[in-house]
């Protein structure tokens, strides 16, 4: 099986490079030109019509995104682009050629109101251009006539990129207290744990008759179990590398509420995302967050 993996560099796109390789052929690529002259730049229409027609892969693993939430609200044509009309295009040309398309999306489509966990078929009202963005993205998905898979994940974190895990780490090093918001609940959720489920979903899926597949397509939650607040992940976070031997010159961590630390762009409040759907539908179980985050911890320290 012939695998086109888009936005190998990022953080989810670090970890597919590994997860896929034992489903068959991987192409993983990102913008810049690769050894054999391949590009993956989804904004080039005219290259994705081209890359896609010349290797007619079994699959395409979209995991480009744009990801810069409070740029975003200023930066609207670019994050449209790589969020909404190249995930337009990319289905466009996965159903011309019958090649299942994988997608991720975000929790950010919701409005982040209530406490109760998010259902595949909850109504999206994103509060910030971001989560439009990302909401344009799945609606393209659902009017094209591709056969998708859509993973909507949270709180993304891996040893490789930008994320809170590293942010805390450096912080903690330099000051003596810091102001973490509380009233945030979501699940951090590893990057290493979406490419291994995904691997999983598409190994799972191909074992099926071509005649039972459409049954799989659609919108999926795929966080860790478990919940917890930016300000308390940020004192597991402490206590975990203070646990493994890492001085850390934080003496004081403060409570704040979302309003006391303004940004461009407003984020949700409830970022919980039920999976049963998942679990139940790949027989599938998903690890409590703090595994996957005491991993993280002990690799980059």
Same mark, same amino acid.
């Given at each position: 099986?012939?695998?086109?993996?888009?936005?190998?560099? !990022?953080?989810?796109?670090?970890?597919?490079?590994?997860?896929?390789?034992?489903? $068959?052929?991987?192409?993983?690529?990102?913008?810049?030109?690769?050894?054999? +002259?391949?590009?993956?730049?989804?904004?080039?229409?005219?290259?994705?019509?081209?890359?896609?027609?010349?290797? %007619?892969?079994?699959?395409?693993?979209?995991?480009?995104?744009?990801?810069?939430?409070?740029?975003?609200?200023?930066?609207?044509?670019? =994050?449209?682009?790589?969020? /909404?009309?190249?995930?337009?295009?990319?289905?466009?040309?996965?159903?011309?050629?019958?090649?299942?398309?994988? /997608?991720?999306?975000?929790?950010?489509?919701?409005?982040?109101? !209530?406490? %109760?966990? *998010?259902?595949?078929?909850?109504?999206?009202?994103?509060?910030?251009?971001? +989560?439009?963005?990302?909401?344009? +993205?799945? @609606?393209?998905?659902?009017?094209?006539?591709?056969? &998708?898979?859509?993973?909507?994940?949270? *709180?993304?974190? =891996?040893?490789? !990129?930008?994320? &809170?895990?590293?942010?805390?780490?450096?912080?903690?090093?330099?000051?003596?207290?810091?102001?973490?918001?509380?009233?945030?609940?979501? =699940?951090?959720? +590893?990057?290493?744990?979406?490419?291994?489920?995904?691997?999983?979903?598409? $190994?799972?899926?191909?074992?099926?008759?071509?005649?039972?597949?459409?049954?799989?397509?659609?919108?999926? /939650?795929?966080?860790?179990?478990?919940?917890?607040?930016?300000?308390?992940?940020?004192?597991?976070? &402490?206590?975990?590398?203070?646990?493994?031997?890492?001085?850390?010159?934080? @003496? =004081?961590?403060?409570?704040?509420?979302?309003?006391?630390?303004?940004?461009?762009?407003? %984020?949700?409040?409830?970022? %919980?995302?039920?999976?049963?759907?998942?679990?139940?539908? &790949?027989?599938?179980?998903?690890? /409590?967050?703090?595994? $996957?985050?005491?991993?993280?911890?002990?690799?980059?320290?």
């Amino acid at each position: 099986m012939k695998i086109l993996l888009l936005g190998k560099n !990022g953080q989810v796109g670090w970890e597919l490079q590994r997860a896929l390789q034992p489903l $068959g052929q991987v192409i993983a690529l990102d913008r810049a030109l690769s050894q054999d +002259g391949l590009c993956g730049d989804v904004c080039d229409f005219d290259m994705m019509q081209q890359l896609i027609t010349t290797l %007619r892969p079994a699959v395409v693993v979209n995991a480009t995104a744009y990801t810069a939430v409070d740029l975003a609200e200023s930066d609207q044509k670019q =994050a449209d682009a790589v969020n /909404h009309l190249a995930v337009a295009n990319l289905a466009k040309l996965c159903s011309a050629q019958d090649i299942l398309l994988i /997608h991720y999306s975000t929790d950010y489509v919701f409005s982040g109101e !209530g406490h %109760r966990p *998010w259902s595949e078929d909850d109504i999206s009202q994103p509060i910030n251009y971001y +989560g439009v963005s990302k909401r344009n +993205g799945e @609606e393209a998905l659902d009017a094209s006539s591709v056969n &998708f898979m859509n993973f909507r994940t949270s *709180w993304v974190y =891996a040893t490789q !990129g930008n994320n &809170f895990i590293k942010t805390m780490l450096k912080l903690a090093q330099t000051k003596q207290e810091l102001n973490i918001i509380q009233d945030q609940v979501g =699940a951090p959720t +590893g990057a290493a744990l979406i490419a291994d489920v995904t691997a999983q979903v598409l $190994g799972y899926y191909f074992l099926q008759p071509c005649e039972d597949r459409h049954v799989l397509h659609g919108h999926y /939650h795929l966080v860790a179990q478990g919940e917890t607040t930016w300000f308390d992940y940020a004192q597991y976070i &402490f206590a975990q590398a203070q646990h493994h031997g890492k001085h850390l010159m934080i @003496e =004081a961590v403060h409570p704040i509420l979302s309003k006391d630390y303004p940004t461009a762009a407003k %984020r949700p409040l409830n970022s %919980r995302l039920n999976t049963q759907k998942l679990q139940s539908t &790949f027989n599938i179980q998903l690890p /409590h967050w703090q595994h $996957g985050v005491d991993q993280v911890i002990q690799e980059i320290l």
